[in-house]
């Protein structure tokens, strides 16, 4: 990875492409230009070829490490230094000067104005000359060159003036579009406070010191005041306090921490005192694989990019190649003057210079990366921010999902004359080793007695995870079965006296399982999960949208049903293992085209990664969900779905609106070339202008807050 202070535009990567393209052993290039950063696979002993290539065509490469990319130290700020502001205005003045003094009806050969003209030039194009010339040696033709290119031609049929006007405007351009792109980079940055550099830690004896947050370990005690920032991951030990977790999951409102619950880094805690115990590193904390994951997706191509370089790469040739035509063809053919139509040429060369159609994609994409991740959205790239607008329908896991995925146990009705303790103690027994909800549930309702004694679970031997079934264990030389429906069906004991009871507790929309040996049923146990408190809400906004909905399932058809009517689901698919889920999955996109999966991002991995875009809830925290997921929503609130949909179709607005004013203009002025009504100084004039109009334009992006959903509700974009 290297960080290349001269490498933010389109011009500078299809250079970098061009020239570490030759050299044997680079495999592949990512580039990210907002963060100025180049990432080169490669089999060589070492990086000093790629950074004497680098060298060659004017990129200054510096090498950073992994951790320098979610390190403070590397945010590097582009200053323009006191000497080239003192350049600029020099030229400026020189290159107005002379075109006063023009204008005032001075010859344009006069010594005056070739004077002022080439002063203009030295003090301000120099560095355009210097890229175009890389750029001919190279066979890149980019916008240094054509640039270049127009200032010498102008020269050379005496327009000195123009000339020094063109170049110096284009540097100035080159100058304010770096400010720009420094504003959202700034802005992106700016949307995760960094942690502290320090962390006051707990050491043997009991006292506290501070040392670098990069030195504390995994399990040592850290002590956070109030007022100060939480510089690592960790879970709370001691104190209580209300934390600002808005960096990581765009809660606007404080959440209030005790013993045993999770903090992150990044976060501010603002009353009381808090102690946790460190359960991530610097460099592996939730803020720094969210900041990780930004950066990635920055150097990611989304479609729309895609296509518009696609474009650029033939766009430009063209109309040099027809401005060559412009200036030969009349002359030679037709008599008419060589330097009216050279002229014309030169001004089609400026307009063929493609900076504001490319610079208007990455500088939106990233916009909406940033403004989403403000919001506790995480997105894994352009591609799913785009794409987003094309779902058509959102399959919804239910535990864990839609509910809190916390059910307790509400029945434990006995089918052999048996003390209910005694089988509640037996599945809880076989359950302890299980990790899904519904298994703690019932660990919990056994080990939560009335008095608040201890109560032990039994040994057991031989556990066994029965994917979309259940669990089986042996106690006392005795095998038994905690399952579903389909396992006692498949047991080959599910009779008439099981049906009614497990119907009866399927129609009051809880989960049953049942406990078992191989030959009888022993009890039925219900458990209800509750509800996520947004869960109505959400189905409505995406219904709202114009997005349907199904809600997937491993519980029995009837539970699913009566869920699914509660929240106001359209379908419901109950009884579905791993593997029907993902077959749903591939129906849904048969049917619809572009589908939504949203689940825990472990359990229901494969469907999230079969679906279109794949949703990880409560991803806070969780690797899995950060690491593998399509988008993370930071936090439990299903509602973030419309607004991620909203932004989508927000962002894609924005970027037809960049790409119709960048070839909107360009095409104004190639008519107005041909008909020799635009001079040079005014298609610069127009290409920066039009830079700026869609870096301005994709940046509206980062001012949205968090009320774009209701804003295309009501507006009725459900297209």
């Known amino acids: ?179 720009s792109l420094e504003r959202a980079k700034h802005a992106i940055r700016g949307l995760m406070a960094m942690t502290p550099e320090t962390a006051t830690v707990r050491i043997d004896g009991g006292e506290w010191v501070e040392k670098g947050a990069a030195d504390v370990q995994v399990e040592q005690i850290v002590r956070v005041r109030p007022g100060e ?143 989403a991740a403000r919001q506790g959205i995480l997105v894994k790239g352009g591609l799913h921010l785009e794409n987003g607008r094309l779902i058509k329908i959102v399959a919804l896991d239910k535990t864990g999902t839609l509910t809190h995925g916390r059910p307790v146990v509400t029945d434990v009705i006995p089918l052999v004359d048996q003390a209910v303790d005694v089988l509640l103690q037996l599945a809880a027994s076989v359950d302890a080793h299980s990790g899904h909800p519904v298994a703690a549930a019932i660990v919990s309702a056994w080990q939560t007695s009335a008095d608040g004694s201890a109560r032990l679970l039994l040994p057991v031997a031989s556990f066994e995870s029965l994917t979309g079934r259940g669990a089986k264990a042996v106690i006392e030389d005795q095998l038994y079965y905690v399952g579903n429906h389909r396992q006692v069906e498949e047991l080959g004991i599910c009779g008439p006296h099981v049906e009614e009871v497990l119907r009866r507790l399927e129609e009051e929309g809880k989960t049953a399982v049942v406990l078992t040996t191989e030959n009888a049923p022993l009890c039925i146990i219900g458990v209800a999960d509750t509800l996520r408190g947004h869960s109505v809400e959400a189905i409505k906004q995406l219904h709202a949208l114009g997005v349907a909905s199904v809600m997937l399932t491993g519980d029995n058809q009837t539970t699913a049903n009566v869920i699914a009517a509660e929240v106001g689901i359209d379908d419901a698919r109950g009884n579905l293992l791993p593997e029907d889920k993902l077959a749903v999955i591939d129906d849904l996109i048969a049917r619809y085209g572009k589908v939504g999966m949203v689940g825990d991002g472990i359990n229901d991995a494969p469907a999230l990664a079969r679906a279109s875009i794949g949703f990880a809830m409560g991803s806070a925290g969780t690797d899995t969900a950060i690491e593998t997921a399509d988008v993370a929503l930071m936090d439990d609130d299903l509602r973030k779905l419309a607004r991620f949909i909203a932004l989508s179709r927000y962002t894609s607005r924005v970027l037809r609106q960049n790409i119709t004013l960048a070839i909107g203009i360009k095409v104004v002025f190639f008519a107005l070339a041909l008909a020799g009504k635009a001079t040079l100084w005014m298609a610069v004039f127009a290409d920066m202008g039009a830079s700026l109009i869609v870096i301005f334009n994709g940046m509206r992006l980062l001012r949205i807050k968090g009320g774009i959903e209701r804003d295309h509700i009501k507006s009725g974009h459900t297209r």
Request: aromatic share 8%.
């Open 229 to 371: 920032r939480i510089p690592l991951d960790g879970v709370v030990t001691a104190g209580g306090s209300s934390v600002n977790q808005a960096p990581i999951t765009g809660e606007s409102i404080p959440v209030a921490k005790t013993a045993g619950d999770p903090v992150f880094a990044g976060t501010l805690n603002e009353r009381g005192v808090l102690e946790f115990r460190v359960t991530a590193t610097k460099g592996h904390t939730t803020l720094d694989r969210i900041i990780r994951s930004v950066q990635e997706a920055q150097g990611q191509r989304a479609p729309t990019q895609r296509f518009v370089d696609q474009f650029a790469r033939y766009y430009t040739p063209a109309v040099v190649a027809f401005a060559v035509l412009v200036a030969v063809v009349p002359p030679l053919l037709f008599g008419a003057a060589f330097e009216l139509w050279f002229y014309k040429a030169l001004v089609m060369l400026v307009i063929a210079c493609p900076c504001a159609l490319v610079i208007s994609t990455p500088v939106t994409v990233v916009s909406g990366l940033a403004s």
């Open 1 to 179: 990875m290297f960080n290349i202070r001269n490498m933010d535009c389109p011009t500078e990567e299809a250079l970098i492409r061009k020239r570490l393209g030759a050299v044997t052993g680079i495999s592949e290039l990512t580039f990210n230009l907002m963060d100025r950063r180049l990432g080169v696979e490669h089999t060589l002993a070492d990086e000093q070829p790629i950074l004497d290539a680098l060298r060659e065509i004017g990129m200054n490469a510096v090498p950073v490490t992994e951790a320098d990319t979610v390190s403070k130290s590397e945010a590097v700020t582009h200053v323009v230094s006191r000497r080239t502001w003192i350049f600029m205005t020099v030229s400026g003045i020189t290159a107005i000067t002379s075109e006063i003094i023009v204008w005032s009806g001075a010859d344009e050969q006069s010594l005056a104005v070739i004077a002022l003209a080439l002063l203009s030039i030295v003090t301000g194009g120099l560095g355009t000359l210097k890229k175009g010339w890389i750029a001919l040696k190279n066979f890149t033709l980019n916008m240094n060159f054509l640039m270049s290119i127009a200032t010498i031609g102008a020269i050379s049929i005496g327009q000195w003036p123009e000339a020094a006007v063109v170049i110096f405007l284009f540097a100035l351009s080159e100058l304010i579009e770096t400010f």
